[in-house]
């Protein structure tokens, strides 16, 4: 016990706390995404906005009161015993979050947005970092020692602002491209490591075409996303491929541009026949690996259905790239067509308004015909009240949903076979009138299927008990409701759906090649 009390009356006791502290406000930080989920729990909202500037000051605190001890400006005075001990109570609480956060973090599905939080807040950490380094440890060596150190730190600065100008990692395309239907022309989007401008190459009818990402002539380059649109009639059936110029900086009169690259040709494959095959995934969640699994037990298909949800949120433009853009690009394989429709999870976060135009979308809902088949893709948006806290007042999306209500009244097939496509099978989760509304615009236009995820289940509509799924079917029996699977039970499930003249056959399969569920319809 005698050895505890001197070790926390030592030198070393504030250096070390001091370090601890930096290190978890860093951490601290780096969460911040994840603040108001802890609000809400303790039921203080804006209290961690409060709480992290006075861990920031104990941090200052604790290092002018290192710095007196070292200095030998004081001793075993009362006020500095009390302050010292404040301080570590302070300290021990941003440990703590520090740690329990970090566990947390690294096990969940967030784990990947954190660290882009960690990487944005550089700035901020690099400060927390080497103010206290500099002013507490820097003394400490001898001359020539600290003559080095600092010579260290200004060449890895001047690094830095080098590297900044003229990035060092070679300039490559991340994804295979992805041919996303929008309902009027085929968007092809994919993805670069760095920001540039975007193209598709391609012949037709003897003409050679280069078409840019581009808005009113002018080339876009500030997006590591590019998304180029093409005439449906230019892509089906035919080869093309992709390519960027990477631009470190644009100016009013000029641009500084690097390296070229371009991909290899595509086959883009068109089934319009009677007979067609689709991919369904939803809910993947940035569980890209079990996702992969489930969806290579399902064998091949012709085009891709994509639900949404593949991320807890869209903070950064990081997180589309990789969960949206590079997940479509490797199970459509630049070949097959892609309809896109998106989950409420992809409607949080400070990039969740960019999505529509980085996938070269005109709305989240739209209609398109693939041979026979007729397609209506819905947007359920968030399933929560506009005022709920998660949202800080950022949403609107219920004057969205009964925009979108007063857009189906317009819908109209030439088609039979109808299909709906929409993350939440309820269409609206918030307004139950919206919901029934929307319900009936499927039953006029001739819906005879609607494809939905949302729930992490894989099952019917009608298959529970739940009373306001009966209460749907039996007002519209001739519809019927599929829960694709997604990320559930500890794995994923993926579903293929196989039209024809006849019927259509829904099945799914899970990441460990079991096979669970397999039923077929008339039309």
């Known amino acids: 016990m005698s050895r505890i009390k001197e070790f926390f009356k030592s030198q070393t006791y504030p250096v070390l706390l001091l370090a ?10 780096a969460g911040r995404m994840n603040w108001i989920f802890i609000e809400l729990t303790i039921g203080y909202e804006g209290i961690l906005h409060l709480i992290f500037p006075i861990l920031v000051l104990n941090a200052v605190l604790l290092c002018v009161l290192t710095l007196m001890r070292q ?38 599905e967030a784990k990947y947005a954190t660290l882009l939080y960690l990487k944005d807040s550089l700035l901020v950490t690099s400060v927390l970092v080497f103010v206290p380094f500099s002013v507490l440890f820097l003394p400490k ?53 760095d920001y540039g401008t975007g193209y598709v190459e391609y012949n037709y009818k003897g003409k050679d075409y280069k078409v840019y990402d581009e808005m009113g002539g002018r080339l876009n380059s500030d997006s ?8 449906y009639e ?23 541009r690097g390296k070229t690259v371009n991909s290899g040709e595509y086959l883009f494959k068109y089934n319009d026949s009677e007979n067609q095959t689709y991919l369904v995934v939803s ?66 976060g400070q990039y969740a308004g960019k999505i529509l135009d980085s996938l070269g979308l005109n709305e989240f809902y739209y209609t398109t015909d693939i041979g026979p088949y007729s397609f209506i893709v819905l947007d ?51 307004e139950e009138e919206l919901s029934t509304a929307g319900w009936n615009e499927l039953d ?45 039970n500890g794995g994923f499930v993926a579903s293929k759906m196989t039209l024809s003249p006849d019927g259509f056959t829904l099945e799914a399969y899970n990441n460990n090649g079991e096979k669970v569920f397999n039923e077929k319809f008339e039309w």
């Not at 301080?87 to 566990?103: E, G, H, P, Q, R």
């Not at 429709?341 to 949080?348: D, I, Q």
């Not at 097939?413 to 109808?418: G, I, L, P, Q």
Request: proline share 3%; charged share 20%; glycine share 8%.
């Open 224 to 231: 590591k996303i590019h998304s180029i649109s093409v005439p």
């Open 283 to 348: 809910d993947w969640h940035t569980e890209l690996s079990d996702a992969y699994e489930a969806i290579g037990n399902l064998g091949e298909y012709d085009s891709v259905i994509l639900l949404g949800d593949s991320t807890p949120g869209v903070d950064f433009e990081e997180e589309v790239v990789r969960n949206t853009v590079e997940f479509a690009g490797r199970v459509s394989r630049g070949a097959k067509p892609v309809i896109y429709a998106r989950g409420n999870h992809e409607t949080r």
């Open 444 to 488: 006029r236009i001739g819906t005879r299927l609607i494809l939905s995820g949302h729930y992490h289940e894989c099952r019917l509509l009608g298959s529970t008990e739940a009373e306001d799924e009966l209460s749907m079917l039996s007002n519209h029996p001739d519809i019927v409701g599929y829960i694709d699977g997604g990320k559930m």
């Open 380 to 430: 359920s948006g968030e399933d929560k009240e506009d005022s709920h806290p998660e949202y800080g007042e950022m949403n609107n999306y219920g004057q969205y949903r009964a925009d979108m209500m007063e857009w189906m009244k317009t819908v109209n097939f030439e088609n039979e076979k109808v299909i709906a496509i929409s993350h939440s099978w309820t269409l609206c989760d918030v």
């Open 71 to 108: 200095k030998k400006l004081t001793g075993e005075e009362k006020w500095y015993s009390a302050l010292l001990a404040l301080s570590s109570i302070l300290s021990f609480f941003t440990i703590i979050f520090a740690v329990v956060y970090t566990v947390i973090a690294l096990t969940g």
């Open 234 to 256: 230019h892509l089906r059936n035919n080869t093309y491929s992709v390519g960027s110029t990477r631009v470190y900086e644009q100016y009013s009169y000029g641009s500084h």
């Open 20 to 29: 601890l502290t930096v290190i978890g406000l860093i951490v601290f930080y």
């Open 141 to 193: 060596f001898k001359q020539r020692t600290r003559k080095t150190i600092t010579a260290l730190l200004l060449a890895v600065t001047l690094l830095i602002g080098i590297f900044n100008i003229f990035p060092v990692i070679p300039y490559k395309i991340t994804s295979a491209p992805s041919v996303i239907d929008n309902g009027s022309e085929y968007s092809v989007v994919f993805s670069t490591n």
